[in-house]
């Protein structure tokens, strides 16, 4: 026993060191996932917002334009799948947004053109959506 004392004693600063280095090692390999975790998050977020403001235009200039450059309703679909898709991979309450608006997107779509409450349904799901995003993005760390 005295020689694993005097042994210890020897080689503190060593086992200190690695002790430290370990250490280091385990929260800058936690402190990296947790970096990328919230880049890709940051990335997904923005994208959806992205394509929530692009449905918006769709949905006005569908509604709204009155010389002659609607868009067709038609377009959103596009915009619709893909939020759905990105919302995915973003924590609650993304997904579950992602999938009411595709709901109500999918129920309203053809009477975008011509029903104020067509538009209003769909830009209500759009704005719930967008509150939800800024939610995760001010959450992150």
Known sequence: MANVGQQLRSNAVALISLAVALTAL????????????????????????????????????AFYAKDGNRMDPMNGWGRVALITDLSQLLPAPAPRRAEDLHRVWQANWEGITDSEDSVERVTTEIDRSREAIREILRQLH
Do not use: D, K, M
């Open 26 to 61: 385990g929260y800058n390999t936690w402190r990296n996932e947790r970096t990328e975790h919230n880049r890709n998050i940051r990335v997904a977020a923005f994208e959806v917002l992205t394509q929530l403001g692009e449905l918006q235009v769709v949905v006005n200039s």
